[in-house]
């Protein structure tokens, strides 16, 4: 499958930071914490979530990528879903193809349907990933590479899977401590030579992998647990990133990153962040 040729206007990415331009995104108007599928919503599970707060939130969120031109689409909000406001884990974009995920975990099981139905209501061709165990959140494509997180979301079955299909990309598997749920909460792409990463949450050997491609950018513990890795780039070294993560801000903007601070704090206490929000569905340089 050739997913590298001449992008379209409806679906393109090759990077996590070409100029975003258009973007999915789901409304928390139901998140709630039910089954404790990671250690953020252990944590908060007592204390809950205000959801007037997390709507204010996501709203502001909306709007700053809306300051930034970038399109926001906003998928309906279900009542059955409550983990829909994190898109980016349904589906991926991945040079013209958009795949959608088979979500294999309760309470997520259905929201791959809501997507799948806007896709084709735009007329937009996406490859559904039946039967494989693979979420976006695992999913982070640097140009020809793409690194996929072996983790309780996606195995290793579904990565060889999408290696077999996609003949133009060189797939790296990137074993990683479970716990952290998904890839993109220990390490995210910012530009072509350089990666934010939660070293504690991999071994040597994937450290020395990773350093191989990227100048890593250390996250301490602390930022971690606020999910310092799942910031989301925009372009043009711009990058949407918590107030509260004040080492990693200032990493970035000594890197000569612009950060814009966005306050999803009540939204994170699910275990997810702006990555985590967002699907996009184009980026151009």
Partial sequence: MSLLSNKTVKSYCRTEYDKLQHVVLC????????????ETQKHFKDEGLHIEKAMEQHQ????????HDVQVTLLPEMEEFPEQVF?????FT????????????????????????WLEQNGISYYNLIGDMIEGGDVIINGHQLFIGLSDRTNQNAINHMQKI???????TVPFLEKYLHLDCVFNIISEKEALIYSNAFSNKEKKILASHFELIEVNEEEQFTLGTNVLSIGNKKILSLPINREVNQQLRIRGYEVLEVDIT???KSGGSFRC????????K
């Fill in 27 to 38: 409304e928390p108007k139901h998140m709630t914490i039910k089954s404790l599928i990671n």
């Fill in 60 to 67: 502001n969120l909306v709007e700053t990528l809306r300051r």
């Fill in 87 to 91: 898109t980016r884990d349904i589906g």
């Fill in 94 to 117: 991945l040079g013209q193809t958009t795949f959608v995920a088979d979500m294999a975990h309760s309470p997520r099981i259905g929201e791959e349907n809501v997507l799948k139905t």
């Fill in 166 to 172: 996609l003949h133009e990309y060189e797939v790296i």
């Fill in 266 to 268: 009540e939204i994170i």
């Fill in 277 to 284: 929000c967002t699907m996009p569905l184009v980026r151009d």
